[in-house]
């Protein structure tokens, strides 16, 4: 495993005049394996998940990546994986228990070297029990 700096934009529009950001940077490992490539770091106070690890798989060749996280927050075991131009239906676990939600994966651009790192941008709607609909955008800098 590789370290890695990983800064992470986030950006959530829910209705027309709410929206939300976040940025921070954090430290994470990197390795490859089996046509993959996996990020995996800790979620601190400032994400609002302490003690929570949060494992990326990203496969280029399907331009794809699924999100897990693992550990004491309350979405743990809760899988999202991200495909242009596909939607699905999930149970996102929260510290309220479950939810029915709804993912739909806009875009997905990909520019990454496993020797020089890169970025990855996610655009995706997210619709949580068919009662609101927001408007993500995530983008991951990695830096070896």
């Known amino acids: 495993m590789k370290d890695i700096t990983i800064k992470i934009k986030g950006k959530q529009n829910i209705g027309k005049n709410e929206e939300d950001n976040i940025e921070f940077i954090t430290e994470g490992r990197y390795s490859y394996r089996n046509n993959s ?3 995996v770091y800790d979620e601190t106070e400032f994400s609002g998940m302490p003690g929570t690890t949060t494992i990326l798989k ?10 897990k996280r693992t550990g004491e927050f309350g979405n743990t075991g809760t899988e999202l994986e991200f495909i242009a131009g596909k939607r699905m239906k999930i149970l996102y676990q929260s510290p309220y228990g479950k939810m029915p ?3 739909y994966t806009k875009d997905i651009n990909i520019d990454f070297d496993e020797t020089k790192g890169g970025k990855i941008n996610i655009d995706y709607y997210i619709c949580y029990d068919n009662l609101q609909e927001g408007h993500n955008n995530i983008d991951l800098d990695i830096k070896f």
């Not at 990203?58 to 999100?67: F, G, P, V, Y």
């Open 37 to 39: 490539h996996y990020f």
């Open 101 to 103: 939600m709804e993912l």
């Open 58 to 67: 990203l496969t280029e060749k399907e331009n794809k990546l699924k999100m």
